[in-house]
């Protein structure tokens, strides 16, 4: 692949995450610092990115101490679960991705 067509890629992916409908998507860093949210987040969570990027997993979740979240965050694959928030219950699916080097972990959420 030549850089231009990796970079072309990756915007790409950029945008169709970024505008998906009725999927909120969040990354947050070990330190469980949202870190990125698509437009489908804020929708979903009524508030705008820049407060969201200011939270931490567990704020938007009733059950801030979830263990899922601690076995991602330490080297599990991928879980799925369904969840209570403020924003009614969601089924969401984590894993551990890599953005430029570090490891981060992904979210994607949506009503159940």
């Known amino acids: ?5 990796e970079v072309a ?3 790409l ?3 169709a995450v970024e505008w998906l409908e009725d999927v909120a998507v969040f990354v947050w860093d070990e330190d469980r610092n949202y870190v990125a949210a698509n437009q489908a987040a804020c929708e979903l969570l009524g508030k705008p ?3 969201i990027l200011r939270m931490k997993v567990g704020d938007m979740s009733e059950n801030r101490a979830s263990p899922l979240f601690e076995e991602v ?3 599990g694959a991928v879980h799925t679960g369904v969840m209570d928030s403020p924003a009614g219950r969601l089924h969401y699916l984590t894993c551990r991705t890599r953005i430029a080097g570090p490891p981060y972990m992904l979210s994607v959420c949506r009503r159940a």
Do not use: I, P, Y
Not at 1 to 5: H, N, Q, R, Y
């Open 1 to 5: 692949m030549t850089d231009a067509f």
């Open 9 to 11: 890629q990756l915007a």
């Open 13 to 15: 992916l950029g945008e």
């Open 49 to 51: 990115r820049e407060q």
């Open 73 to 75: 965050q330490h080297g």
